[in-house]
Every structure is written in structure tokens, then in C-alpha cells.
């Protein structure tokens, strides 16, 4: 059967079945950085639609009165702009808190190319985005941190069109994240938007990484979108590796391989990346690859073989000193920069996946990679959209960055409630995880240690069954207990796996000092760290940690005047990158463990 367009068969679906229930977008396009592109970012006209009148209003033709008489109450062309990409709440001072729809409209000309297709491709919206093009559905997306596409041959003009968006932040009980976060719902079109053009049949996805287990055995495959037949001939090389080899689609269009090499291994230490070039028909793409191998020996993290200790940082993806969803190379650069500075060998990048622009900047700076799907506290468990929604948005996280030697992590879930259904949610993720990428380890930062004795706990969350290296959440000293008797505190695990303390820390104003007692102070959250650094070294099966956080972030949850002011206080640094003393308390700790580690010449 001739396979139908992308475009047609989304219309097609769009027009049948209610958006809610309409069937996945498009499969997701490998490495559009690598592919020829027209950027739609920059200035689209908005019209806040707190109401979603526009739906009833057809907002999305963009129409202009006919004649003096006829009523249109909209018009773009006459309204305020936001810049793409960007989150609206830090661009208006009025939208800061605002949870809702937004409009977006902007105008572009394209000239038609023969034997090309054109999809319309989105970094990231949040939350939810409903895309019209030149007045015509294309197709919706949910999940706010995730990148999507659309083919939209059949609906481009040779010459002027006009795309129109409507992105709505707008918290539900069965969305992934649910209705409650200790971040900002940061709401637009906050990445890239960019047209990308293919020729009729081209290379959409593949996967180039070792073999589980294996050192110098590369297993692979490439997958081609279009009519691909007869089979077609794709060819693979690593030029600095010395391989070229090539291979024939099957009749899904999957072309695998399997071929030997002697590589450099990736490491913290030496993040090497290789070119890799793969090219089928008229279609070419080259990607920077790093290889390596992840696995767990018992309580031990193995990297190539070799056993390593995680010295992470956790940090969400708020944009140094301006705010707002991080969005550039920039914003990304000083934020790894500053876990570097830190000595870091690892970072969780939380609570939802981060750009690829951040975790290809991991690549090429040796810093491991938790990455993790917005599975946050309490989810609808019992409802089967929300669990296709988080399956959907982890497939996107795992399609998007499996050729990512950062990547040792997938994250399925964070703090969420011990209950049976929430059992059998995540169970069903990890097997989604491990199906979708069987190289990787599973994890998930769990909260639910219990007390087992005086100043004793245990992380007898069921789940850890189900998960490769388990992630421990606690705050001993902030939420619990006092810093000074974190000292007394013993954890223990009954799993036989590595234990990531994914999560410790306590809050403070940057340049507000008194005496280590008085909570608030940079000298409270100093100690705090002196304490329990002493305590989570002495956790057996201790494999790595993240502390909670980075940077200073935008939170509702966090109103305190004069401390908070909106803002989850626990970073090392301040919002404004100022840091604070128990940066220097991490830091040296970190390199003290560095130099244990290193071999003395
Ligand atoms: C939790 C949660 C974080 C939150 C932190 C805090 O552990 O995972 O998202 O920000 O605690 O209370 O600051």
C-alpha cells in the first residue's frame, strides 16, 4: 500500500477523533541541527486567550474583515508580540503568573523545492500545542519539555504563509507533571521552531552506539521515513575509526548493522566524539558520537569496565541571572560550566528532559547525564492517557538522545507516592525504557525511606526492584532533624545495586550571614553540607550524588518576602550566579575525592 503522507494521515486522523485521543504525532527527526533548516524563531504576534475563545473564534485562520460591515474581534497583525523562544511569564511582567492559553501567529514565504517534503519542527512547548498552518490543522502535541515534528508538505503556499500556535501552560490533574510542582510553569513556545526540508525519502532516525557488553562492537541501525522501495542501500562511516561499511533497508525501511572497531573510548576524563556519517539515496547526515559502556557490577557503577563515583549536581533548566527557561547554548554553557567549577563528573538535569543543545554540551564536556521524565509526586496513576502521555514524552526523551555518550541515565519518575497503581505505572515505563534503549541504566530519585530504628532508615521503596541504580531523596537537616545530627544518621538499602543520593540540600539568601543555627543564612546551609557530606559517605552501596541544587530557581511554592520572593532558595549559586559558602564546601569536598581517585604519577 502506498503509504500516506504524514500530512494526510494526520489530517485524516485530526478530522476523525477528538485532538485528546488523536494518535501520536509524527515519529521524531534525528539531529535537525545537522539537516537544512528555516528558522521560525523571533518575534510572533500573541493574543492571551484565557477563556481558549479563540478555538470558537477560529483564531487560527487569521482572518481579516471582508468589508466595513463584517465582524472580526481579533486581529494579529495588530497585536503585541513574544519573542520565540521564550517562555511568556519572564517576558511580560503581566503574564509572570499567568496559566493558560496563548495564541502565537507569525508569517513566513517558502519556495517550493521539487521531490522535497517539509515538516514543521518544535523544540519544546509548554505544555500543550495545537499547530494551524495557512488556517489548517496539523496536528497537536502534550508534554511540555520534549520536541516534536509535523510534515507539512501538503500544506505549505510556494510564496507567503502563516502558521498560528496555541500553546497553553495550563495545569491538569491527569498531566504529566500533574497539578502540583516546586518549579515555575514556565509557559510558550520556549525552543527552537524551525521548517526542515528532507528529500522524499531520507534518513529519519538511527542509532549508533557499542554493543551491550562490548567494547569494540558497534551495534546499529538506520531508519528511513519515505518509500523505500525496493530496499535501498544505506552506507555508514567513522572515518577517523577507519570504518565504512553499508547495509540494506528491510521492508520497514530499517537497515541494521553490526561491525567491529577500535575506538577511543568516551570518559569524563576524555569525551572523545567521533564524526559519524550516514547516507541512503540523495540524503546525508553527519552526527559527533561518543562510546562507551554503562553498566552495574553490585553496589558499583561501571564505566568501560572501570568502577566510578558520581560527583553530580542537580539543576533545573533556569536561565543564569535573566531567568526564565534556559533556551541557549549560552544559558547552557554557564550553567555546566559552573558544575565543572564545582568538580563535577555527573549531573541531573531535572525534572524534565533539558535541551539537546545542553546534553550535546555534556558530550563534548565529559559531564554523565541523569535525564529525567516529569513523572513528579502525585500523578493520575489509574488513568491510561496519562500513563500514554508519560510514555509518549519518555520514547521522545530516549529517541531524541540515545546516540548521546552523556546519556547514562534514563530518570522514569521523582518522589512519587508508594501505592500499588503507581507500581504498575512506572513498571510499565522501565520496560518502556529498557525496550526502547537496552544499553542504558534505569533509575529514579525515590523518597520514601523509612525509619528502621533511632537514627536509622531504609529505602524499602518496592520500585527499587524494578530500576538498575536506585536514587535516594532526603533532607536531613532541612525538612528533618537538625545538620549536627545528620552525623548519627545510618541508611541502608536491601537492594544489592548502586544508591545515588539524588537529592540533599537547604535553603539560603545569597549575602544574608549569622550563625550556623540561624536557617536562611549562607552559614546555615554551609554546615548543612559540612554534615551531611559526613553522613551520606558513610551510606554503603553510596555510588554517587547530586545535591538539590545548582542554581537558584523560580518556584510558587516559595513566596518567604525578602528571602524566597518566588524562588526555591537551595542552590549553590544564586538566580544572579552569585555563590554562596557552601559552593566552596561541595567544591572541596569534590576535589579531595578527585584526588583520591587520581593515580599518583
Ligand atoms: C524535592 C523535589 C524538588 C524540590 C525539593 C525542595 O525533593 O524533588 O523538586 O524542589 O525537594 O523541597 O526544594
Known sequence: MQRLPHVLLLTFLFLTVPLAAQAPHAPLLANVSSRKTKSLNGAWHIIVDPLESGLGSKFYRNRKPKDKSDLVEYDFDASETLNVPGDWNTQKEKLLFYEGPIWYERTFSYSEHEHARVFAHFGAVNYRARVYLNGEPIGEHEGGFTPFDFEVTKSLHDGENFIVV??????REDAVPGLNTDWWNYGGITSDVEMI?????????????????????????????????PQQLVSIEIPEAGIKISAISDGDGRAAFHVSAKLQLWSPGNPKLYEVRISSGNDAVRDLIGFRTIETRGSQILLNGEPIFLRGISLHEEAPVRGGRANSLEDAQTLLGWAKELGCNFVRLTHYPHSEAEVRLADRMGLLVWSEIPVYWDIAWKNPATLANAESQLRDMITRDHNRAAVIFWSISNETPVKPDRLLFLRTLADDARHLDPTRLITSAMNGAEDDGADRHILKDPLGEFLDVLGLNQYYGWYSGRPEDADRQIWTSPYDKPLIVSEFGGGAAYGRHGDPATRWTEEYQANLYVHQLNMVNKIPHLAGLAPWVLMDFRSPRRPLPGVQDYFNRKGLLSNRGERKQAFFVLQKAYREMEARETPHP
Not at 166 to 171: F, I, M, T, V
Open 197 to 229: 526540508e528532507t528529500p522524499e525519502t531520507f534518513i529519519r532516525d538511527y542509532w549508533v552506539q557499542l554493543a551491550k557488553g562490548s567494547r569494540d562492537q558497534i551495534d546499529g541501525w538506520v531508519q528511513l521515513d519515505g518509500d523505500f522501495r
Open 166 to 171: 496555541e500553546a497553553s501552560n495550563q495545569r
